[in-house]
């Protein structure tokens, strides 16, 4: 597998809501004719960041719209020096808020030298039909980036 058609999609959940939406998105690069390596942070080597052509991130909005503390942002702290001309899409479900947790991400992304992919993808609550669709569009739009 060439590094230019292996893109990651990484995520943390805390329900099932943000992990739909990686799988969603897994199946929206897959049929844009890409390969999508989905994996959960607690699961991923941090030796291979730099195998990566594309990374799709994934974390839920939690307390006070941020980041998770105990799994996700250590993750996400050991990568950013990873990120730098690497282009990265964002998604993540919330409970409540207008989504200030990934409008806050995308500017610390871009302030990293990320290539930062359209607005990241937000979703309120578990994705239903027209949710889990949105995913799926995402990700092909995110293959062909």
């Known amino acids: 597998m060439e590094l230019v058609d292996k893109i990651g999609v990484i995520y ?3 329900k099932e ?10 199946n929206g690069i897959d049929e844009a004719g890409a390969k999508a390596i989905l994996v959960n942070v607690v ?11 594309k990374i799709a991130l994934g974390c839920p909005a939690m307390a006070g ?3 998770e503390k105990s799994e996700f942002e250590p993750f996400f702290q050991a990568i950013t020096k990873h990120l730098k ?3 990265v899409a964002l998604f993540g479900s919330h409970g409540w808020g207008d989504g200030e947790w990934m409008e806050d991400w995308e500017s610390q992304v871009k302030g990293l030298g990320a ?11 578990e994705p ?5 669709h949105r995913c799926v ?4 739009a995110f293959a062909e980036f």
């Open 12 to 14: 943390w959940s805390y």
């Open 17 to 26: 809501s943000t992990e739909i939406m990686a799988e969603k998105i897994s």
């Open 43 to 53: 699961d991923f080597d941090l030796n291979t960041i730099d195998s990566y052509y």
């Open 65 to 67: 719209e941020a980041l």
């Open 85 to 87: 001309g690497k282009k």
């Open 115 to 125: 290539i930062l992919f359209d607005k990241g993808l937000t979703i309120l609550g």
């Open 128 to 132: 239903d039909k027209e949710g889990r």
């Open 137 to 140: 569009e995402f990700g092909k």
